[in-house]
């Protein structure tokens, strides 16, 4: 990931903006401070879903239901007199583990059909706040929650708003040490090119799972906050337009970037009280600046100023080509890949039938025939994307026939395409880095980009005759470049 400062400016920069946002609150005071704490809330449960949308790519319109399951679970485990230390993390792993049930069937859709089910689920939890009155008081909802105390000293309204911005602060700052590790590159990955990431080893389903993971369990985080903060929840506080809101917040605030989920908190919560004098007319005039905004803005605010300003680009020493040699020398080579009796069938057609090949290591291969006659069907079953009807694919003994795409790759079978598949959200020397873990994501707070890495990827990249820009996203270069 490029920034317009450096990783170390970036961190200074959200600390002080959490300064400032402590200071503000002792300076103000009544309404002004809860309205912080909105602002604070929001932010944390946007930087949740912008992992889940900006990096990973994956629309949800569920967020309130996660919301809502973290405020409630908060809320019963208050009155049932459980400290709120031990209730704030309970409603985050309630969140977190309702969001990975909700993934195994969510994550294996896409576009409009994943939008469904989420919204199916946050009518499920809105309704089902409302019916099942037992636990949730139903419309009548709860109340008479105590404040956290610490020791003997019960928090007041002002402290859980600081806490609250704290939290908004420490979120921003692990969002951006998640996208700059290995688990953010596997997101951006499956995000730009799925097929793509998944012939480097990148399994899909557990990339798309534990984004919706983290998603949720920052929702329930934030839900959890909410309940002491408001002293009352109820279903109404948990409507499906908030999703919709919180979706426009990620939106205006700038999908993927860091400062995004803040920004677009900012907006959508200021702007309504703002507009507070205008009575029923508020809503209108406020969902047409929200349009206004993604019309003239589409990249969002944050990644429209950014647009503007110049990109500073890194003093990368490439590895020597002694070194990358020495490095291809040493990936193990298997003996053979063996082929036998290979065959696939679509329905009634048979598109591959009896096919025998043995490829010995260290050795160029082809196989020739005319359009249609099933090469590039041979090439799916052996890279995993196609499971055999018949036959056998061994490499070095061990069988793949079958095996999923990304256990082909990281058994040592590596797929390039006709038409070249890249990570465009991510530099070129980027994309040379996520080819060299095979799938492994590595620690999910640790610098993927360390200055080995990118001297390895430069060293790559020199070694095979590229001399352009290591900085240049790869959506922005000519297709000749290529």
């Known amino acids: 990931m490029q920034y317009l400062i450096s990783r170390t400016g970036l961190d200074l920069l959200i600390l002080a903006l959490t300064v400032g946002g402590l200071v503000l609150t002792f300076a103000s005071g009544g309404y002004i401070q809860f309205v912080m704490g909105l602002v604070a809330l929001t932010t944390v449960l946007c930087v949740g879903l912008n992992v889940l949308y900006g990096l990973t790519g994956l629309v949800s ?3 309130v239901g996660f919301f809502a399951i973290g405020a409630y679970a908060t809320g019963v485990l208050l009155l049932n007199d459980v400290s709120f230390w031990i209730a704030l993390p309970a409603a985050a792993v309630a969140a977190g583990i309702t969001g990975c049930l909700l993934a195994i069937p969510a994550v294996r859709m896409a576009g409009p059909f994943l939008a469904m089910v989420t919204i199916a689920f946050a009518f499920i ?3 089902g706040a409302v019916e099942w009155r037992a636990v949730t008081g139903g419309q009548n909802g709860l109340t008479g929650f105590q404040m956290p105390m610490i020791g003997g000293y019960t928090l007041s309204e002002t402290d859980l708003v600081l806490f609250s911005i704290c939290l908004a602060g420490l979120s921003l700052y692990l969002y951006r ?12 990955g499956m995000r730009d090119a799925e097929t793509a990431a998944s012939s480097l080893g990148y399994r899909p ?3 798309k799972s534990t984004a919706f993971a983290i998603a949720a369990a920052m929702a329930g985080v934030a839900g959890g906050l909410f309940t002491p903060l408001m002293m009352f929840i109820a279903p109404s506080n948990f409507p499906f337009s908030q999703s919709i809101l919180f979706l426009f917040a990620v939106l205006i605030g700038g999908a993927g970037s860091v400062l995004g989920p803040l920004a677009g908190a900012l907006v ?12 029923e007319y508020r809503l209108l005039f406020f969902g047409g600046l929200l349009v206004g905004v993604l019309l003239i803005a589409p990249r969002g605010l944050v990644g429209s100023i950014a647009a503007f300003l110049p990109r500073p680009s890194r003093a990368i020493k490439p590895s020597p080509a002694t070194d990358i ?11 053979k890949l063996e082929i036998q009796g290979l065959g696939i069938s679509f329905g009634g057609v048979r598109a591959v039938d009896g096919v025998s090949l043995s490829l010995p290591s260290g050795a160029v291969t082809s196989i020739i025939g005319p359009n249609g006659a099933g090469k590039t069907t041979i090439l799916n079953m052996i890279s995993g994307f196609y499971k055999p009807t018949d036959g056998d694919i061994t490499l070095s003994g061990k069988s793949l026939a079958g095996l999923p795409a990304f256990e082909a790759a990281r058994s040592g079978i590596a797929r390039t395409y006709q038409t070249t598949k890249l990570f465009e959200n991510m530099s070129v020397v980027a994309n040379v880095i996520s080819g060299l873990s095979r799938g492994r994501l590595g620690q999910p707070l640790g610098q993927i980009e360390s200055p080995e890495n990118l001297e390895l990827a430069a060293g790559l990249l020199r070694y095979c005759g590229y001399l352009g820009d290591l900085d240049k996203r790869a959506g922005d270069l000519p297709h000749v470049d290529r």
């Not at 040699?325 to 003996?335: F, N, R, S």
């Open 205 to 207: 389903f557990v990339v």
């Open 177 to 188: 040490r998640l996208s700059d590790s290995g688990w953010g590159m596997a997101m951006t």
């Open 325 to 335: 040699e020495a490095l291809l020398a040493g990936y193990p080579k298997p003996d």
């Open 268 to 279: 959508t919560v200021l702007l309504p009280e703002f507009l507070s004098g205008l009575a």
């Open 125 to 127: 939890v809105e309704h």
């Open 61 to 63: 319109l569920g967020q």
